[in-house]
């Protein structure tokens, strides 16, 4: 009778240790997992670091260019809400003091700005991708039509902004 109860004892350890986590299958099976998981790990990351270095720099130029105009125009009409939102915290003095002067103008002096400001534009002359494809100098000139003749047009200023990748998207960082 001990006989068998020591062999029913055998058998449920035997039992135990084929289910449980130290039994030679089961760490051969976790193992596999462990392995997996970790190929799987490092292909993520590989991709990620791949995809953002293999970023098409002639679409990233132009979604540069497109956001440098896009923050120029709202500077230029005094649209300071999307300007910060098109622009870096470096910026933030300059357009905190922009803002602060245009606020303090008599609504008179405001409309009369608006007018003049009305027909500006501004033209991009070129583009030059630098330190990478995460900096990007933009020069423009800002153009106005002569009053009373549309068709000859003023150049008033020749400039820069440049442009840096964050946060996925293009901001205006430096103004020359």
Not at 66 to 74: E, G, H, V
Not at 103 to 126: N, R, V
Request: charged share 25%; with cysteine.
């Amino acid at each position: 009778m001990e006989n068998l109860d020591e062999n029913r004892k055998e058998m449920n350890f035997a039992r135990h240790m084929k289910h449980s986590s130290l039994s030679p299958r089961s760490k051969k099976q976790s193992s596999v997992k462990l392995i997996a998981m970790l190929a799987i790990l490092i292909i993520l990351v590989l991709f990620m670091i791949f995809a953002g270095c293999s970023r098409n720099p002639e679409s990233s130029q132009s979604e540069a260019v497109s956001n440098a105009k896009d923050f120029l125009n709202a500077y230029i009409r005094k649209d300071f809400n999307k300007v910060r939102s098109l622009a870096t915290a470096s910026l933030d003095p300059l357009v905190n003091e922009a803002s602060k002067s245009s606020e303090q103008l008599s609504p008179k002096a405001k409309k009369l700005i608006a007018s003049i400001t009305a027909d500006m534009y501004f033209d991009i002359d070129s583009s030059f991708v630098n330190e990478g494809v995460d900096t990007i100098t933009v020069y423009y000139t800002l153009i106005k039509p002569l009053p009373g003749n549309k068709e000859v047009l003023q150049k008033l200023k020749s400039s820069n902004v440049v442009m840096i990748h964050k946060q996925g998207t293009w901001k205006v960082d430096r103004m020359n």
